[in-house]
Every structure is written in C-alpha cells, then in structure tokens.
C-alpha cells in the first residue's frame, strides 16, 4: 500500500463509520477510524496464521498470565506491519498528525507493572521471532486505578478504559466455555466401575473470549491475546434475578487487583484465577481435539505456560478435563499435564507468595481440591522413600490447612524458571532449594528482556534514525547488532549527535512537565529517573534521602560547581499500601519544598509525575541519563525498567541485583555506577544481626542531619509521616538497609556529576550502553524459552544467535 493508496482508504472509511467529512472528525473518531482500517489490513494474515497452524499441526504455545500490559497498539501495529512512514506520511497529507490522531488510543492497563509489561513484550517477541504463541488472561472491565495527587496524597480513581470500545478486539461468542464453581461433587461408578465425578448445584459462569492480534514484526505472523470476559449463561438469566446475583457474575472480571508483589488472599482473587485458567484449558482441549490425535501427543503440540503462580490452577484442571472427561487414567493424565505446564517464578518475597486456605478452594471447587489432595498424597507417599520426612514434608503442597501454589506449581510442571541469573540462584540455593534437591533438572533461568520495538524504535525515533545512519537498519531483526556501535565510541560526530537526540527528547519531556505540571526544569541538567511500583525493598526513599543530601549541601554551598538535577519519579502505590502511600506523600513535599526555594539557583528540581504507566514509560524513558535501579540487593527478581533505560543510552546507578547484575556484565564497570552491598554481604549482616541502624543515625553526620529533616519540621506538610517514616529507618532498625547503603550511594552520585560535567565522556558512556543493550532484547530471552522450556523452532528467519558477556 503506498501513500495514495492509504490517504483514498482512509478518507473512505472515515466517511463509511461516521457519515461526514473527516476533516471535522475528532481526535478520537480519527483514530478508531485509522484502528478498524488497519485491523482489516491484518485480519487475513490473522486468519491465514491460524489457519496454518492447525494444517500444520504445529506446536503451540499458550502463556497464562493474570496480567497484560501492553501499551497502546496503534503505532505497534503499525510498525510491525511496515506501515509507520506510509501512514505517518499520509496523515500529514490529509492534514492531521500521527501523533496526534494516538492520543486518541486508551492505554490498557491491564497489569501492575513489570509481570504484566513482561507478558505483553513476550507477546511481541513470541510473533516477532515467528513462533506459534498466544496469550491467555482476563478482560478486565477495569484496567488499574488512575493515580491523582491531592495534597501530595495518591487518590486512586476509576479507569474505565472500554468507555469508548476497544478497536483492536473481536469477541468471539461462538467460543464461549462453561466454567463451574461451587456446589459439591459425588463419584459415582459408571457401568465399568469406572468412578465418575457428578457436579451438583453448581453456579456456571459463561466465559467469552475477546481476541487481539498480536502482529509479528515484519514476518506475516499473527498471533492472538485472548482474554476472558465473565457473563450469564444464555438461557440461565432467570437463576440471576437480583442485581446482586447479576453482580456476582460480573464481578468476576471486573477489577484489576492492584497489589503488586503482595499476596491477595480474598475469594474474588481465587474465582478469577480458576476462570481464566479453567476457561484456558478447555479451549485449548477444543483445539486438540480438532487436530484429531492421540492424548499421549499432546505435549508434543501443546505448552502452557504460567506466569507466576496465579494461573497453577491449570494443572488440577487439566487432569480435571483430562480423566473426568476424556476419560484418561491418573497416571496418563499426570504424565501429559507435566510435560505441558512449565512455570515462572516472579518473587521471593514472603509477602508475595500465594498460599489458599484449603477450606477456600474446597469450597469454591471441590472437584479441583480432590485433585489436589491427591497430587500431594502422591507426591509424598513417592518421595519419603527417597528423601526422607523432614524434606518431603516441606515440599508439601498441602501444609498448616493451607494450600502452596508455588509448590504445586514446581511439582505439577516440567520446569521452573527463575527471570535474572542472581533470582535464579537464589531460588535454587535458598528459597527453593528443597525443590532443587529433589528436581534439579527442572531448574534453569531466563533472564527478562524487553521489546526493542517498543522501547527503543517507536518510543525513540531520534535514537532510532541516528542508529540507522551509523551502523544499519540490521539490529533491528537482530538487536546485537547494536555492537558495532561500539566502533564509535569515540568518534565525536556520532557523540555529538546522540547528545543532540538526547536533548530532544529531554525537551519533549521537559514541555510535558511545563503543561502538566506547571514546573520548568531545565533539558540541559541530568535527568535522573526513578520509574517503577512503589515498594519498601525497591527503596525510593534512599532515593529522597540523596535528594535531601543534595539539597542540604547546596543551601551551606550556594556557589557549588555541581551539575543541575532533575530528580524525575513515578510510582504507584497498591491503595492498602500504607508506608508506601507516605513516601508518595513525602516525595510531594520534597518536590514542593525544593521546587519552590529560589534560593538553590535550580540545581535540582523534583518531579513525581502522576498515573505512571506504559505511555509515561515511553515518553521518560527516551529522556532519561541516570536510571536508579537502588533495590536491596537480593530483592528485585529483574527488573525490566533497567533494560529499557539502558538501551535508551541512560547511565544505570544501581545496587547488584536482579539483571541489573547482568547489565553489569555486559556494559562493563567503566559504564555504570554501582555501589551498594552485594546480596552476599546482606546475608551476612542478616545472619550476624549485627546491624544497628541507629547507630548509624547517630555517629554519621550526615545520615544524621539528613534523618533530622524528616522530623523537625524542615519539610512542611510532613509532620504525621515525617515521624513515622524516621521510626521506619530508626527505631525499627531499617528493614531493607537504607543507611548502611547511604554513603556509596552518595559517592556513586558524585561521580555521576563528576562524569557529566565532561560531555563527551558521559556521552561516550551513553553510547557504550546502547551498544551494549541487545543482549537484554525480549527476542533472545523468548528464543531461549522456545529452545529450553517450550521445544519448539521458530521460522528459520529468526534464528537468533546470543553473545557472551
Ligand atoms: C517496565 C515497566 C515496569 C517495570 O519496572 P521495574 O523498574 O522493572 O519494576 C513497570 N511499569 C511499567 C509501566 C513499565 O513499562
């Protein structure tokens, strides 16, 4: 389709949807008009895709996940269908803007953060790299709260985001499934004195899937996201008379719960979890069936994989489907159910492990909580001989009237992976080390990657332009081609121009702040960017604690040489989250208190922009030179934000944690500020408990003076949370080790500053990240999982080969 071609069907379809001249559409007519159009450009290779696969019989790959984030799809789309410059150049010729007619796109925010983003670049790489691939989850009615600051304080609000439709999904009615919870369960023989389990007094609940083409990039693939939708069973609307028995229907899949790396034990939480995994699992025993083959083939055709442990009610249910229904024997159907699950570890935090009281799941799905029972009777008669009491009974999946989601999920799979080399050792050495006595082959690590797609080429045009003049358009098919900018490291016409790109995008954001915000900042200072969830061990009050530091320095030293920073948060607290919540609030106060003093010649400014999410992301993450990635080390899975910031040529200033660790690696010490403990020194000073915090409050001046202003009133509006934030660091002995880490974080910042005052030595440093970014790209870590977990062979296009650091 060229330029012409576009600007007649686009014009055509304007008129068609709306029945008047396009020119007087709005922005949103506009870009539901250009979504339908496109979607009916993909819908045949969408078509054609499928179609194959089953011809084929190839094997396929199913990714549960109770979380998808994927950003806005339009320029996605675009992109992936070569259709960017053509569309971008057409709309200019009919008047309108690219840009601009996006903004007319709702950004889903079906997840929390980086599970949910992780899920969603997956789905992108899985298309991309041609592999038979689909994702499995919830449409929520809800996407997660919108985030506003009153008086500092997060409000969380409604975010209707299917108010104006969604261009992009199908509802596909006609392949609807029954899912059942409640009731109770009798078996009873059949005339072969086989037993057969009868439900009695069940409440079914229709699942309707709404399909979204995943578009591989450039390759013809199009693959689906199919997300479930609760309603009432056609013909059962009279079992529903009331609005709160119709309520409890819709209810099902009407919110986003918004806790991250927090365990939600309500009976909400677990009807969903079953409803999309039960509603998963049969349509894809549909789909076997058609293909006509024995049961015992089936792991050879079909994977599942679950995202964390929310979705590892797949594995009861689909021994449910296979013996109760298609009538395999215990042994056939644990044998097939193994070599088809694998699952993925997210956390090691204790609060984020799920564990279901037995009574719950016993009550919610009796059929469900018999095959586990009796999973876990199995497990443990098999392997006491083996591993004796003591062992065993810790592998348990039934323990103190409670059921181990992570345990059933290790035992009820094929493979377990940790995300980061440092998570991965950690689970197998001590968080899971039970497990990996037992099962040391199921054991392996996939560390995350993102979507250079998304992260660098549609959110960084300017990087993306200058990338392609230097060294090619390849490292876009294979992103460790991004090496070969290495060859210009030093070369002071690339230098100058990255830095040029970089202060564009600095400006971009800088205008959004003006508009937003009302706050002037300043493109030629650092930006210093801390984007993520807000959570205690991710410690963004260490990142407050430098800038009062910082603050309390250039007071005493008004003539100080020290390079401008803008200190740039965004973070969303879970609404219970109450210490998380008074950190919001303080780094509001802080941002008010120092953006206000015109007495510091504004060499920092703070802002905490409001409603972080994947849209935000795309627009700091290009602007960004110093990316924070300050957790205790130990407690960060991953992380992925790092990646994006990374390939984005920003600096990383981190502990050595999560990939962070791997970031390390590749780029090089000379690369990147890191400072901190290792996690090997946190488990020192865990096992000597011999740390004091506050001695460290009281011997160390500046910790002193620093702790000081949390609670004498320096920082206004802070008197109720100043206290108890310093009790948290004081009194409470500093759980996560904000002070011992204070000093090295301090010393790593000047050296950034030091760094940054010599131009082309940071934008030298800049580059090296860049050039060093590919091995982070989501298309190898999916290769990986395709290869090691999966088995199965991408279109031998995309064969893609990984370095060594
Ligand atoms: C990448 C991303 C995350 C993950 O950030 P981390 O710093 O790795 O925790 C969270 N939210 C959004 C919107 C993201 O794009």
Redesign the pocket.
């Given at each position: 389709m060229d330029v012409n071609q576009f600007k007649e069907r686009y014009v055509k379809k304007f008129e068609e949807m709306y029945a008047f001249d396009y020119k007087e559409g709005s922005i949103r007519e506009q870009f539901l008009t250009l979504g339908y159009l496109i979607k009916n450009m993909y819908a045949p290779e969408w078509r054609q895709t499928s179609d194959t696969y089953l011809e084929n019989k190839s094997k396929q790959v199913f990714y549960f996940s109770m979380e998808f984030?994927p950003g806005t799809m339009l320029k996605s789309n675009l992109l992936n269908l070569g259709l960017l410059d053509t569309v971008s150049d057409g709309l200019k010729e009919l008047g309108l803007n690219l840009d601009e007619v996006a903004t007319g796109e709702m950004d889903p925010a079906l997840g929390n953060?980086?599970l949910g983003?992780l899920a969603a670049c997956f789905m992108d790489s899985i298309a991309s790299n041609g592999l038979a691939g689909h994702g499995n989850g919830i449409r929520y009615q809800y996407g997660l709260f919108k985030q506003k600051f009153i008086d500092g304080n997060q409000i969380e609000l409604p975010e209707n985001w299917l108010r104006n439709g969604n261009v992009w999904e199908v509802r596909r009615e006609n392949k609807a499934v029954t899912v059942r919870f409640g009731g109770h369960v009798t078996l009873d023989e059949d005339e072969n004195g086989v037993k057969r389990p009868e439900y009695h007094n069940t409440m079914n609940i229709l699942a309707v899937p709404y399909d979204t083409a995943q578009v591989g990039y450039d390759n013809g693939v199009v693959n689906n996201l199919r997300l479930w939708s609760a309603e009432i069973p056609y013909g059962e609307e009279y079992l529903y008379p009331t609005d709160e028995a119709r309520d409890q229907v819709k209810q099902i899949t009407e919110y986003l719960y918004p806790d991250d790396s927090n365990y939600e034990g309500r009976m909400l939480r677990l009807k969903q979890e079953y409803f999309f995994s039960s509603a998963g699992v049969q349509s894809i025993i549909r789909y076997y069936k058609k293909m006509d083959l024995d049961w015992s083939f089936f792991p050879d055709k079909i994977a599942m994989h679950i995202n964390d442990t929310h979705p590892t009610l797949v594995i009861p249910e689909l021994m449910r489907i296979l013996m109760d229904e298609e009538g395999l024997s215990w042994e056939q159907a644990w044998e097939i159910t193994k070599k088809t699950v694998s699952y993925t570890n997210h956390t090691i935090l204790q609060e984020a492990l799920e564990r279901w009281p037995v009574d719950m799941i016993a009550q919610l799905l009796p059929r469900i909580y018999q095959i586990i029972v009796e999973i876990n009777r199995r497990h443990i008669e098999k392997k006491i001989p083996l591993y004796g009491e003591d062992l065993t009974y810790r592998t348990a999946i039934i323990d103190h009237g409670q059921i181990q989601m992570a345990n059933l999920a290790i035992i009820g799979s094929h493979s377990i992976n940790g995300v980061a080399k440092l998570h991965t050792d950690i689970l197998m050495n001590q968080t899971l080390h039970d497990f990996y006595l037992m099962y040391p082959n199921k054991f392996n690590n996939k560390t995350n990657g993102v979507t250079m797609r998304r992260w660098v080429q549609i959110s960084n045009p300017g990087l993306t332009a200058l990338l392609d003049d230097v060294i090619g358009t390849k490292w876009k098919k294979a992103p460790n081609e991004l090496v070969v900018l290495k060859a210009f490291a030093n070369d002071k016409d690339v230098l100058k121009r990255l830095d040029e790109v970089k202060l564009n995008n600095k400006k971009k954001f800088a205008k959004y702040v003006q508009e937003e915000m009302g706050i002037t900042i300043d493109p030629t200072a650092i930006f210093d960017v801390q984007?993520?969830?807000l959570h205690a061990y991710k410690r963004q009050l260490l990142n407050v604690l430098h800038i009062l530091d910082r603050y309390s320095f250039i007071k005493e030293n008004p003539n100080t040489d020290i390079p401008k920073r803008v200190f740039i948060f965004g973070a969303k607290a879970a609404p219970s989250y109450h210490y998380a919540k008074q950190i919001i609030k303080l780094i509001n106060e802080v941002a008010n208190m120092i953006n206000n003093d015109d007495s510091i010649n504004d060499l920092i400014k703070v802002v905490f922009v409001e409603n972080?999410?994947?849209s935000l992301?795309e627009l700091i993450i290009p602007a960004a030179d110093i990316s924070e990635q300050i957790s205790l080390a130990g407690k960060e899975a991953s992380?992925?934000?790092?990646m994006?910031l990374m390939a984005n040529g920003a600096l990383t200033l981190a502990t050595m944690d999560g990939a962070t660790v791997e970031i390390h690696d590749y780029v090089g010490k000379d690369y990147i500020y890191i400072f901190g403990m290792t996690n090997d020194e946190v488990q020192t000073l865990n096992e000597n408990r011999t740390y004091h915090s506050r001695h460290l409050y009281e011997t160390n001046p500046r910790i002193n003076k620093v702790l000081n202003m949390l609670v004498d009133g320096s920082i206004p509006n802070t008197e109720e949370i100043g206290q108890d934030i310093f009790d948290s660091l004081v009194k409470y002995n500093d759980e996560y080790y904000l002070l011992q880490d204070f000093d090295s974080y301090i010393e790593a910042h000047k050296r950034a500053d030091t760094d940054f005052k010599d131009r082309m030595k940071w934008n030298k440093k800049a580059l090296m990240n860049i050039a060093n970014a590919g091995p982070f790209s989501a298309d190898y870590t999916i290769h990986r999982y395709a290869d090691e977990i999966w088995k199965m062979k991408p279109g031998e296009e995309n064969i893609l080969l990984q370095p060594e650091a």
């Open positions: 984030l953060g980086g983003r984007i993520k969830r972080y999410g994947v992301a992380g992925t934000s790092n994006k």
